[in-house]
């Protein structure tokens, strides 16, 4: 029966909108959010193993790469944050407007950027 | 109440729980992913880091068994492969967050 319903033209026939660049965006950042929660979860647990063990993640999170993979989890988490913020607006009935949609979503770009800075900055004391 | 309806508001319940978890997590994240080892033992010691990191695993492993389980309800079609695939995602959404937060109750 599903082999004989009609198909949707593939996604890629579709321009680039900012609804559907955030709608994939959503989707990838929250299992990458998912895979990081996991890696820290083994990360926690690794504690209970000494401080030996422990020193290998401390070097690695100490590199370039490992302060990058940190900056980089503060966005997908900032950007989940606030994208679920505009989630939970359209839930309420609000801002389904186009033009309301494309500046909330130009917003939720912008603000996940900008919040990303400033809780890396207010995590390390620096402001 | 229908069971999809208990489903969709469990869902935004846990979303909206999320969102100050989320904040707490990225500031205590960033200020202590390079600390060095007794650091990270006394910030896991402390009763409100239990608490609230124990909260965001709870939160976000419920937020995402949920929401993956309408992907798998979207995109797949065998009925057998999906109970399947669901039954291993809760397992492993129950099972990843009650070992770590074992861990952290154990850890001084």
């Known amino acids: 029966m599903y082999e004989k ?8 026939i579709y321009r680039w909108q900012i609804s559907s660049l955030l709608s994939i965006t ?8 998912i895979i990081a929660i996991t890696l820290i979860c083994i990360w926690t647990i690794s504690l209970l193993f000494g401080e030996q063990n422990y020193e290998v993640i401390k070097n690695f ?67 | 109440m229908h069971h999809s309806t208990k489903k969709w508001l469990f869902t935004k319940f846990s979303s909206v729980l999320l969102i100050p978890l989320l904040f707490w997590f990225i500031v205590s994240l960033s200020s202590i992913y390079d600390g060095a080892y007794v650091d990270l033992i006394n910030f ?37 492969t999906k109970n399947v695939a669901t039954k291993m995602l809760y397992i492993f959404a129950i099972f990843i967050p009650l070992i770590t937060i074992f861990s952290i109750i154990n850890l001084n």
Do not use: C
């Open chain 1, 5 to 12: 319903n009609p198909l949707s033209p593939h996604l890629q």
């Open chain 1, 26 to 33: 959503h989707r990838i950042v929250g299992i990458i959010n």
């Open chain 1, 61 to 127: 999170f100490q590199s370039i790469f490992g302060k990058f993979i940190i900056i980089s989890l503060n966005w997908t988490f900032s950007f989940h944050i606030l994208n679920e913020i505009r989630h939970l607006i359209w839930d309420l009935g609000y801002g389904f407007d186009l033009k309301i949609s494309k500046i909330t979503g130009l917003m939720t770009i912008i603000g996940s950027l900008v919040l990303t800075i400033l809780l890396y900055l207010f995590g390390r004391g620096l402001i």
């Open chain 2, 44 to 80: 896991f010691s402390k009763t409100s880091s239990k608490f609230l990191y124990s909260s965001l695993l709870i939160t976000a492993f419920s937020f995402f068994s949920l929401t993956i389980s309408e992907v798998f309800e979207d995109y797949i079609k065998d009925e057998r």
